[in-house]
């Protein structure tokens, strides 16, 4: 029993990493962005959030000020990429260069230092005392809520059940349809690719904040890039974003549990598991799900700038 | 009479070259900014970094011993380009060629010479062998390559951390393997053989590619694979093939790395070479040759953030400043194919 | 961000026309009286046009797209846009519609200057276009579609609201459309309905139609300009783009006609023939001649045949079938047309002929050899050349240099191919002869070959695939995007190889093209042939009927 409420709850916990980032390039994917920025972003929030508590001794602040530092790396990303329309795939790596290299060089100094402050996990009467999973659903930290509840169902709202959701969706499926029917292809791009940036940074406080609690050099350890793939077998869906996080918070959990009882694997083994199951997961559903390929099928103008005013 | 930007269908390599050039000077000026307001003096770091890795000897041979796994990264990219691949994993690839080398030159009783052969050998295959999964998804299910070769990229980093700090980790340092006893032999200094084979190497491929009939179609299938098709060409057969080579350069980069310049195989042998491999290919825009001259290039950059360390710099920095160039040149490389013309109204 | 307005763009908004607003057509009735009384063409004078469009220019890299044209649209008129393939007529409804802005000129719509600054502007102004190329979201439903970028779409809304609310304006304008069903499943046809609907329910007043009918049956383009006539009666205009002479003379009340860029004349319909037309068009004068006469030295066609398909079926992209089991032989020194509806099977068929496409069942016969199962190579070895319909695409690196583009076909074979070797020396040559023979100028054989305009890119594949042709020429589409004087020359080049002793297989959606050129024709409907017919005396309203999916009566019997 307590290894399942131990598991779930770790499941959620870690999961959230990848979740929130992977919502927040949802985002980016849906109007036609790739952004393979995520790692540097998440590099750049964990350390901005680490820095702001310090500061201000609010774990609060040093969320938000992790969401505006991902808002203005994302807003260099967007110039180059929307505006400029410069190679997706290349600004995304250098953002990930840039982020890492600059969150580590920033960092030297708070490196190995605990966050002064965090968010703690927060016990609900009642529901908090429901057997096994009692513990895991209702005595979290705030922002698991807002990782699996607000924001999942908040932009599938959105995305599904509003004008502008469909006018943003049809940026990234077709951009010249878009831009004739007055959709302004641009603005809707920068927009989603800096908010999906922000949330990028966001996921990197979050895990020096209430994940792991600590900023060191390798902190991030391929979790931008697990999320970017996630995005991939969610079949570009914030709730299913949501839900591919959380699956993968339970294989994390799985290697902490392998670790604390000791099984017979080497941690190095264990610590494989998230990139090997995520490889397992992009290549997997293209095989085995065929015909589920078109409900999930990627935008069609993804990777593909957009120009009006050349034949 | 007024001026109109406008986009060609193509760009010239002259101007390409020049906008590459100016994102890297930008970079540089902005890096050269940022060091100034931390309180650094950037021309006397400049002057320092040029006397001691261009006009010192020894510093040349620090140079050349980047440049080596640098070029050969950068090789290894540039090729998977030329099938229309990116393959983000050269640093994964160049962690099991090490591996696959030390683990040769460990166990395998052999004479010096077989071993140096059996450990080339091992670190072109565990190169393939490290892309092939991906190669496979790429060419059956149109897997993208981009976060598939990436990935494998932490596995390797772990397993590689994981034998040489357990199971084949040296009493003496336990943090590395023991040293492994067959060695390249020296070619100038500390610069090892493996500089002309790689200079080598990258040229015969790109003669291979334009005077061959199979480079001919490898460069069809990279740039239109519809185009190749329609001619008859095997795509995914070149595809296959290329990704494979280019794994196998990467590898190979990792196995000259143990037996020429480390000796042993440690947790982080790779030094971001892999991604820094990356940033060789797209200066080198897409040219084998051209990436010797940039291979040579980003050696410089890497050499001057291990100089710099001594004035409390790290190599962070250089991975950030590396980061800066990339996305210059992106934003150059577009910039490149616009032209500002004079109306004659 | 790459564009700039040349010279002010002098503003007259807020000026009104003093008689404006006294033949406001709002008022349908009063509208109808006037209808009656005068021909649509000729409203009463000093209404002012409803566009009017003012010393428009528009210059791409290298290329005058439009230069000082001057149109004027009278409400209640079918205008029509005649004019060659890169004339400009795009470009200037694109300017219309506000997704280019005039690097010169005015726009003037109902006596007020506008200028629009992105299409809601000009679509809040009245303006409503039809694509050639549909501007629709493939994944998106036909309710999603229609309702996409429109300030009444509700802000919060749901599939079921959009579609009950497509499904009343499609009551509303008496157009039948799916209102759930995914676009990517609609036939072009259904799709071109999904436009007109989602322009009419934004109150256009003005209707820009863009080669409407090039992807219609016969029968689906009359009922089109019914719909056409009914829109106008009510005081309303559309803009007819085409460059087929004979629909717009039946269409229209008046005729603009480009070329090159400028607006050459505009005429009464009434006043025009086909002949005069075609002169202004081109600039001089053109005779579509029947080509089917054979030269003194031309081989004779043979008994064989020299291709035999049997029972042949093949999958389109998408997975599902889109060829049926089409029999059909082709002898030596024969063009067999292949008509019908773009969109019926005619791309997936070129490829399966030449080897690119595999066939799911059936058998390509070529000169006596089984062709099953092989790949392009091999059927380009064995004699068959193929220009592809989407050349840019398919038949072209359009990032590489013109010498590997041109040796695509023969790199191969010596003197290119020394054993594994490539012979640069050799290709540059080749290359050399096959822009010779095409008659393309080319300062720079290393420049990418994108760089070359769309007809001579069109000649160098056309040229170098005659070269291996030696057996067949599958041809889709090889007129399309050309002007007038290079389709003469690209459809002498298949003659020329016909008389040299090669079946050709010419697919095309230009009727008249097709009479002139095949012995026989073969009508392709939804993957299947409808019939073969013998090209004399032929009924053009039979093969109409065959388009549109009726089988022909002699089904079967064809050679």
Redesign the interface.
């Known amino acids: 029993m307590d290894l399942i409420t131990g598991l779930l709850t770790t499941a959620f916990l870690a999961g959230g990493v990848l979740a929130l980032a992977a919502i927040g390039e949802v985002l980016a994917e849906r109007v036609g962005v790739v952004n393979l920025g995520v790692e540097g972003l998440m590099a750049m929030g964990a350390l901005t959030g680490i820095a702001a508590v310090t500061a201000t001794h609010s774990p609060v602040l040093g969320f938000l000020a992790a969401l505006a530092v991902g808002a203005i790396f994302g807003a260099v990303f967007a110039f180059a990429t929307v505006m400029v329309k410069a190679n997706q795939v290349l600004c995304g790596l250098a953002l990930t260069l840039m982020g890492t290299g600059l969150a580590q060089t920033i960092g030297r100094s708070y490196s190995g230092m605990p966050a002064v402050a965090t968010f703690e996990p927060i016990a609900i009467p009642l529901l908090s005392g429901i057997p096994i999973i009692g513990k895991a659903f209702f005595s979290q930290n705030i922002l698991i809520y807002l990782i699996y509840l607000i924001l999942p169902i908040g932009l599938s709202y959105l995305m599904f059940f509003t004008r502008h959701g469909m006018n943003m969706r049809a940026v990234g499926e077709n951009p010249a349809a878009a831009d004739a029917a007055g959709i302004s292809v641009n603005k809707i791009r920068f927009m989603y690719v800096t908010a999906g940036a922000a949330l990028a940074g966001g996921a990197g406080a979050y895990l020096t904040l209430a994940f792991v609690p600590s900023w060191s050099d390798g902190v991030i350890a391929g979790r931008g890039w697990i999320a970017v793939a996630l995005v991939i077998f969610a079949g570009y869906r914030p709730g299913m974003a949501a839900l591919s996080g959380l699956l993968f918070g339970l294989i994390t959990a799985l290697g902490f549990v392998g670790q604390a009882r000791g099984w017979p694997i080497a941690p190095a083994f264990l610590s494989m598991l998230p990139y090997l199951g995520t490889l397992g997961f992009i290549i997997v559903p293209v095989i085995a799900w065929q015909k589920m390929r078109r409900a999930m099928a990627a935008p069609a103008a993804l990777g593909e700038p957009y120009y009006r005013n050349v034949r | 009479m007024?001026?109109?930007?406008?986009?060609?269908?193509?760009s010239t390599p002259m101007i390409a070259f020049a906008a590459r050039v100016i994102a890297v000077v930008l970079a540089l000026l902005v890096t050269a900014l940022i060091l100034a307001v931390s309180g650094h003096d950037p021309v006397d770091l400049a002057g320092q970094v040029f006397s001691s890795s261009l006009l010192d000897s020894f510093g040349l041979q620090d140079l050349g011993v980047i440049f080596i796994p640098l070029m050969l990264t950068g090789l290894s990219v540039a090729v998977a380009q030329q099938i229309g691949a990116?393959n983000?994993g050269a640093e994964g690839q160049f962690y099991a060629g090490a591996f696959a080398a030390t683990a040769i030159g460990l166990f395998v009783p052999a004479p010096e010479w077989l071993g140096l052969i059996l450990m080339v050998i091992g670190g072109f295959a565990a190169g393939a062998i490290w892309i092939l999964?991906p190669t496979l998804?790429k060419a059956y299910?149109?897997?993208?390559e981009?976060?598939?070769t990436?990935?494998?990229?932490?596995?390797a980093a772990?397993?590689v951390?994981?034998v040489a700090t357990?199971p084949w980790h040296d009493r003496m340092t336990n943090s590395a393997t023991p040293k492994v006893k067959a060695e390249i032999p020296e070619f100038w200094g500390a610069i090892h053989w493996g500089f002309p084979i790689a200079i080598l190497f990258a040229i015969v491929l790109a003669l291979v590619l334009?005077?061959?009939?199979?480079?001919?179609?490898v460069?069809?299938s990279g740039?239109?694979p519809?185009?190749?098709?329609?001619?008859?060409?095997?795509v995914r057969r070149h595809l296959i093939t290329v990704m494979l080579l280019s794994g196998a350069i990467a590898g190979f980069a990792g196995m000259l790395e143990v037996a020429g310049t480390v000796h042993r195989l440690q947790g982080g042998i790779s030094n971001n070479y892999g991604?820094i491999g990356?940033?060789v290919a797209?200066l080198a825009r897409g040219s084998l040759v051209g990436v010797i001259f940039a291979g040579a290039f980003m050696a410089f950059i890497q050499n001057s953030g291990i100089i710099l360390q001594t004035e409390g710099?790290?190599t962070?920095?250089?991975?950030?400043?590396?980061?800066?160039i990339?996305?210059l040149?992106?934003?150059g490389?577009?910039?490149s194919y616009?032209?500002i013309?004079r109306?004659k109204? | 961000m790459n564009q700039h307005l040349v010279g002010a763009v002098s503003s007259r908004a807020g000026q009104p026309s003093e008689v404006a607003s006294a033949h406001s057509n709002e008022s349908p009735s009063g509208q109808q009286r006037m209808q009656d009384e005068i021909p649509a063409a000729a409203p009463s004078p000093g209404t002012p046009p409803r566009v009017y469009l003012k010393g428009i220019s528009k210059y791409f890299p290298g290329v005058i797209a439009n230069e000082n044209v001057d149109i004027e649209v009278l409400p209640g008129e079918i205008h029509a846009l005649l004019g060659e393939n890169g004339a400009g007529k795009s470009t200037l409804m694109n300017i219309l519609t506000g997704i280019y802005q005039p690097d010169a000129g005015e726009i003037i719509i109902d006596g007020y200057a506008k200028q629009f600054a992105s299409p809601v502007q000009a679509i809040a102004a009245g303006i409503g276009m039809v694509h050639q190329h549909f501007k629709l979201v493939q994944a998106f439903t036909v309710a999603e579609n229609i309702h996409l970028g429109w300030e009444e779409t509700p802000k919060r809304t749901s599939a079921a609201v959009l579609e009950a609310r497509t499904a009343e304006l499609a009551k509303t304008f008496n157009l039948q459309v799916k209102p759930g069903a995914r676009v990517s499943d609609l036939s072009t046809g259904e799709q071109q309905r999904v436009e007109i609907l989602r322009v009419l329910s934004r109150n256009a007043k003005i209707l820009i139609l863009d080669e409407p009918t090039a992807v219609l049956t016969p029968a689906e383009a009359r009922e089109l300009f019914r719909a056409l006539r009914d829109f106008v009666s009510h005081g309303n205009s559309v803009i007819f783009i085409s460059h087929k002479l004979d629909e717009v003379l039946e269409i229209s009340d008046r005729i603009s006609i480009l070329r090159q860029g400028r607006k050459i004349a505009t005429e009464k319909a009434a006043d025009c023939d086909p002949r005069m037309l075609a002169k202004l068009m081109v600039g001089r004068d053109i005779v579509l001649d029947d080509m089917r006469g054979r030269a003194a030295n031309a081989k004779p066609m043979s008994t064989e045949p020299v291709l035999k398909v049997t029972g042949l079926s093949a999958l389109g992209d998408n997975g599902l079938p889109a060829l049926h089991g089409l029999d059909f032989s082709l002898r030596a020194g024969e063009i067999l047309g292949i008509a019908g509806v773009a969109g019926n099977g005619q791309r997936e068929l070129s490829q399966v002929l030449t080897g690119v496409r595999p066939a799911s069942t059936g058998e390509i016969v070529l000169a006596g050899k089984a062709m099953t199962g092989l790949k392009a190579g091999e059927f380009a070895a064995a004699g068959m050349g193929h220009i592809p319909e989407d050349r840019l695409h398919s038949g072209l690196a359009p990032a590489m240099s013109i010498t590997i583009n041109a040796v695509m076909r023969e790199y191969g074979r010596p003197p290119v191919a020394k054993g594994g070797f490539f012979s640069r020396e050799a290709a540059g040559k080749l290359a050399r002869e096959i822009a010779g023979a095409a008659d393309v100028a080319i300062p720079d054989f290393a420049m990418p070959i994108r760089n070359l305009s769309g007809g001579n890119q069109q000649r160098l594949v056309a040229r170098r695939e005659m070269r291996i042709a030696e057996r067949i020429l599958v041809a889709a589409y090889p007129s399309r995007g050309l002007d007038v004087g290079a389709i003469n020359t690209m459809l002498r080049y298949i003659v020329e190889l016909r008389d040299a002793g090669a079946g050709v297989i010419l697919i095309s959606e230009e009727l008249e093209e097709l009479l002139n050129l095949s012995d026989r024709i073969a009508v392709l409907y939804e993957g299947r042939i409808m019939g073969i017919l013998d090209n004399d005396n032929l009924d053009i309203d039979e093969i109409g009927l065959m388009m549109g999916g009726r089988a022909h009566i002699g089904a079967g019997e064809a050679a």
């Open positions: 007024a001026f109109r930007v406008q986009r060609l269908p193509s990116w983000i999964v998804a299910a149109d897997v993208s981009l976060i598939s990436l990935l494998l990229n932490f596995v772990l397993m951390y994981y357990g334009s005077n061959t009939k199979w480079g001919y179609e460069r069809l740039s239109n519809s185009a190749a098709k329609y001619a008859g060409i095997p991604y990356i940033m797209v710099l790290t962070s920095a250089v991975l950030a400043m590396t980061g800066l990339l996305f040149t992106a934003i490389e577009e910039l616009y032209r013309t109306d109204v």
